[in-house]
């Protein structure tokens, strides 16, 4: 039967902590990737080469969520995909040499892309039932567990804890804490007859629109991610505590303007969140590029990061109104914004090498004011939302689910 508002309510809550579960592997991992590196005995070129692989994975996986999809149910499927997830933080600790470790990481890339598909699916059905905006919001809840793994992977770091045991732990408690989540989400099942989608599929053509927008922000973002303490160190001679500040800063900016994003999309739409957002990180850009004194430049990272927040949150909304198929047009976005974030460190440096980083983040800067030009196409589809005026659109009640 139909889901009641009440417990869309409740499948929106759970949903919030598949986010955070999810946020905090990658969390749990990150932390431990230098113990790793040294039990793999690799090199940090190969590291460098060995951490394409997630991306790799979750590239050629993603497409394949929607057809898991079909074929399970929403909330089964995701158990699953979830399940699989947690549990591949085991399999780069346990890496004996590049190639088991560039293995580990594919497989942990694949899980992690068609879990990351699924919940966003979910996430845009309870939006799209609730008339308003939530995906910002959970985006922010990934960003609260990727800092609760973090925090639990430093201490664990040292402590000097083998990092074995430790993602054996981690994944084991996450793994139960998922299952329990996903009890709560929504429960959408393909309706009889229907067409399954192809089990694997290029990105619709409204997903590659959509997606040109995520990538421009999460270039920006993941250059900021990871160049921002070097621009500060190399460029401005800041000190190394001060050159970590910028990252962490930029990385709490974001959290706390996803966690608050959904208020502004309901106040003034998608479109004009993004496009505001776009000057903000523009802005931010400059600031950089022009920055005299390291606590400019700091300032500048942290406009950036305002200014991004709210783009791949959206984008996954707009992608999940393009068309029939939100899981597949999902993956699409989802698709590109892992290449974006898979080519921009890459390219930053790149780029350095052969001109300069400030060079590198006049690229950056121009690529944000792409999420201005551009910001027109995250307004509402064919299957509803929250429109771009801020105001509940049309939405539908999902005929083909069974509640719970």
């Given amino acids: 039967m139909p889901y009641g508002v009440?417990?869309?309510?409740?499948?929106?809550?759970?949903?919030?902590?598949?986010?955070?579960?999810?946020?905090?592997?990658?969390?749990?991992?990150?932390?431990?990737?230098?113990?790793?590196?040294?039990?793999?005995?690799?090199?940090?070129?190969?590291?460098?080469?060995?951490?394409a692989f997630p991306a790799l994975?979750?590239?050629?996986?993603?497409?394949?969520?929607?057809?898991?999809?079909h074929r399970f149910g929403a909330r089964t499927a995701l158990r699953g995909l979830l399940a699989m997830w947690t549990l591949s933080l085991v399999l780069p600790s346990l890496a004996p040499n590049l190639l088991g470790l560039c293995a580990a990481l594919f497989v942990y890339g694949a899980t992690s892309g068609m879990s990351d598909v699924a919940m966003n699916a979910l996430g845009v059905e309870v939006e799209n039932r609730l008339g308003r905006s939530v995906m910002s919001s959970l985006h922010g809840m990934w960003s609260v567990g990727a800092l609760i793994g973090s925090a639990a992977g430093t201490v664990a770091a040292h402590l000097g804890a083998d990092a074995r045991l430790h993602h054996l732990l981690a994944a084991a408690v996450l793994t139960v804490l998922g299952l329990v989540f996903c009890q709560g989400v929504l429960d959408l099942r393909s309706q009889p007859g229907e067409a399954a989608p192809p089990r694997f599929a290029l990105p619709p053509r409204s997903a590659l629109v959509i997606g040109?927008?995520?990538?421009?922000?999460?270039?920006?973002?993941?250059?900021?991610?990871?160049?921002?303490?070097?621009?500060?160190?190399?460029?401005?001679?800041?000190?190394?505590?001060?050159?970590?500040?910028?990252t962490t800063a930029f990385t709490l900016t974001m959290a706390v303007a996803r966690l608050v994003g959904d208020r502004v999309v309901d106040r003034f739409g998608a479109v004009r969140t993004v496009r505001t957002g776009g000057v903000v990180a523009t802005a931010g850009g400059v600031l950089v590029v022009a920055a005299p004194h390291p606590v400019a430049a700091m300032?500048?990272?942290?406009?950036?990061?305002?200014?991004?927040?709210?783009?791949?949150?959206?984008?996954?909304?707009a992608a999940g109104r393009s068309g029939p198929n939100p899981s597949q047009a999902i993956a699409g976005v989802a698709t590109i914004t892992y290449t974006s974030g898979l080519i921009a460190p890459s390219a930053i440096g790149g780029l350095a090498d052969v001109t300069s980083l400030t060079v590198s983040f006049g690229l950056v800067t121009l690529l944000a004011f792409g999420l201005v030009l551009g910001a027109n196409v995250l307004g509402p589809r064919g299957r509803g939302g929250v429109a771009a005026t801020g105001t509940p659109a049309g939405r539908t009640t999902g005929s083909g689910d069974r509640g719970a």
């Fill in 6 to 51: 009440e417990k869309v309510k409740r499948a929106r809550y759970a949903v919030a902590a598949v986010f955070c579960v999810h946020g905090a592997v990658t969390g749990s991992f990150a932390t431990r990737i230098p113990w790793i590196q040294e039990h793999a005995g690799v090199s940090p070129g190969q590291l460098g080469l060995a951490l």
């Fill in 57 to 69: 994975g979750a590239s050629l996986a993603m497409p394949l969520a929607a057809a898991v999809s």
């Fill in 212 to 246: 040109a927008i995520g990538f421009c922000g999460v270039f920006a973002e993941g250059a900021s991610l990871d160049w921002s303490a070097v621009y500060l160190e190399d460029v401005l001679g800041a000190s190394a505590g001060a050159a970590a500040a910028s």
């Fill in 299 to 317: 300032g500048g990272f942290a406009l950036m990061g305002l200014g991004v927040a709210v783009v791949v949150p959206l984008a996954f909304a």
